[in-house]
C-alpha cells in the first residue's frame, strides 16, 4: 500500500534544519508538529532558557551562559517572546488535566512589583500532592480578584469537592471529612470559597509557619513555603518590567513545578503524585512541550 505522507525536502534557517512532509491526500506539505515548528533556534536551546529562567538565572546570565556553553546570541526580547509563547500554550492545556485531591487546599499570596507598582500572585496548593492547583496574578487582591482565583479552583478540581461532599453528607455535620480549604484571614478568600464551595467544602484559616511552634492549628505551611521559594526567585530578577511578563513567568513556573520539578519529599513530580502521568521522558521540558503540542485539542 503506497503511503500516504512522504518526505518533502527541508526547511533551512540559520540554525536548524527540519524535514517536510507531503501528505497525498490534500496535497500539503508541514513540519511534523514538536512544540517548536516555527523556531529560529534548535528546539535544546529554546527548553535551556526555559529551564534556566524559571530554575532563578537572571536574564544577563541566562545570555552568558548560552553563549559561553552553546555558542548562540540572545537577546532579552527573544526570550521573552520564548517564556510568553510557552507559558501560555503550557497552562493552556493544563486546564485540561485533572489532578487527584489528597490533602488540605492552601491559598495564599506574594506580591512582587511591576515597574514602581505592587502586584499579587495568589497560588493555591495541595498540601500532600505539592500540585499548585491555580496561579492568579492580579493588580490589587479585591474580592473579585479572589473569585476569580476560585472559579479557577471550581474548574479545577470543584467535581472532586462535590463528589466528596455527596459521599459524607448523611453523616452527622460534625464527622464528614469534606475536602478542607485553607487560608489567612483576608475576607476576599472567605468571599471567594462562600461563592463556590459554601456547600460543599470547608474552609479553615491557616497561620504562618512561624507560628508553628506555638501550636496554633492548621498550618498554612504548604503554601507559605512555596511563596518562600518564589520570593527567593524574585530577588534575582528584581521585578517584572510589564504585567504580561509577570503573568507569564508565574504560570510558566506552575508548570515547571507541577511536571519537571521532582519534589525532594516525594521524590517524584507533584503531576506523578497527583496521578497525572505523562510519557515526558528524562529531558520532562522537552517532553512536556512535545507532548502538549502534539495531543492539544486546541492546536
Given at each position: 500500500?503506497?503511503?500516504?505522507?512522504?518526505?518533502?525536502?527541508?526547511?533551512?534557517n540559520k540554525y536548524v534544519t527540519?524535514?517536510?512532509?507531503?501528505?497525498?491526500?490534500?496535497?500539503?506539505?508541514?513540519?511534523?508538529?514538536?512544540?517548536?515548528?516555527?523556531?529560529?533556534?534548535?528546539?535544546?536551546?529554546v527548553v535551556k532558557v526555559l529551564h534556566l529562567y524559571v530554575a532563578g538565572l537572571s536574564l544577563s546570565k541566562i545570555r552568558e551562559y548560552v553563549y559561553q556553553h552553546e555558542g548562540f546570541h540572545l537577546r532579552d526580547s527573544v526570550i521573552g517572546y520564548w517564556i510568553k509563547k510557552y507559558a501560555h500554550m503550557l497552562s493552556t492545556f493544563e486546564?485540561?488535566?485533572?489532578?487527584?485531591?489528597?490533602?488540605?487546599?492552601?491559598?495564599?499570596?506574594?506580591?512582587?512589583?511591576?515597574?514602581?507598582?505592587?502586584?499579587?500572585?495568589?497560588?493555591?496548593?495541595?498540601?500532600?500532592?505539592?500540585?499548585?492547583?491555580?496561579?492568579?496574578?492580579?493588580?490589587?487582591?479585591?474580592?473579585?480578584s479572589c473569585r476569580v482565583h476560585f472559579k479557577k479552583l471550581k474548574e479545577k478540581i470543584g467535581a472532586q469537592v462535590k463528589e466528596r461532599w455527596?459521599?459524607?453528607?448523611?453523616?452527622?455535620?460534625?464527622?464528614?471529612?469534606?475536602?478542607?480549604?485553607?487560608?489567612?484571614?483576608?475576607?476576599g478568600y472567605k468571599d471567594g470559597f462562600n461563592h463556590y464551595f459554601?456547600?460543599?467544602?470547608?474552609?479553615?484559616?491557616?497561620?504562618?509557619?512561624?507560628?508553628?511552634?506555638?501550636?496554633?492549628?492548621?498550618?498554612?505551611?504548604?503554601?507559605?513555603?512555596?511563596?518562600?521559594?518564589?520570593?527567593?526567585r524574585y530577588k534575582t530578577m528584581r521585578g517584572f518590567k510589564s504585567f504580561s511578563g509577570g503573568e507569564a513567568f508565574?504560570?510558566?513556573?506552575?508548570?515547571?513545578?507541577?511536571?519537571?520539578?521532582?519534589?525532594?519529599?516525594?521524590?517524584?513530580?507533584?503531576?506523578?503524585?497527583?496521578?497525572i502521568t505523562l510519557p515526558l521522558g528524562r529531558n520532562k521540558f522537552l517532553g512536556i512541550i512535545f507532548f502538549f503540542d502534539f495531543y492539544s485539542p486546541i492546536e
Open positions: 500500500m503506497e503511503d500516504k505522507v512522504v518526505k518533502s525536502g527541508v526547511r533551512k527540519k524535514q517536510r512532509y507531503l501528505c497525498k491526500r490534500c496535497n500539503k506539505r508541514f513540519i511534523e508538529p514538536d512544540g517548536f515548528q516555527h523556531m529560529s533556534y534548535p528546539k535544546e536551546i486546564k485540561t488535566l485533572i489532578p487527584k485531591v489528597k490533602g488540605r487546599i492552601h491559598t495564599d499570596e506574594v506580591f512582587v512589583r511591576v515597574g514602581t507598582d505592587t502586584f499579587y500572585s495568589i497560588n493555591t496548593i495541595d498540601s500532600k500532592t505539592k500540585y499548585i492547583l491555580a496561579t492568579t496574578f492580579v493588580k490589587k487582591r479585591t474580592k473579585l455527596k459521599k459524607e453528607r448523611d453523616k452527622p455535620q460534625e464527622e464528614r471529612k469534606l475536602i478542607t480549604f485553607v487560608s489567612d484571614k483576608f475576607e459554601y456547600r460543599f467544602g470547608r474552609l479553615v484559616f491557616g497561620v504562618p509557619i512561624a507560628c508553628k511552634k506555638y501550636g496554633l492549628k492548621h498550618n498554612n505551611n504548604p503554601i507559605e513555603r512555596e511563596n518562600e521559594d518564589i520570593k527567593q508565574f504560570e510558566l513556573r506552575r508548570i515547571y513545578r507541577n511536571f519537571v520539578h521532582i519534589h525532594p519529599t516525594l521524590n517524584k513530580t507533584p503531576a506523578e503524585a497527583s496521578g
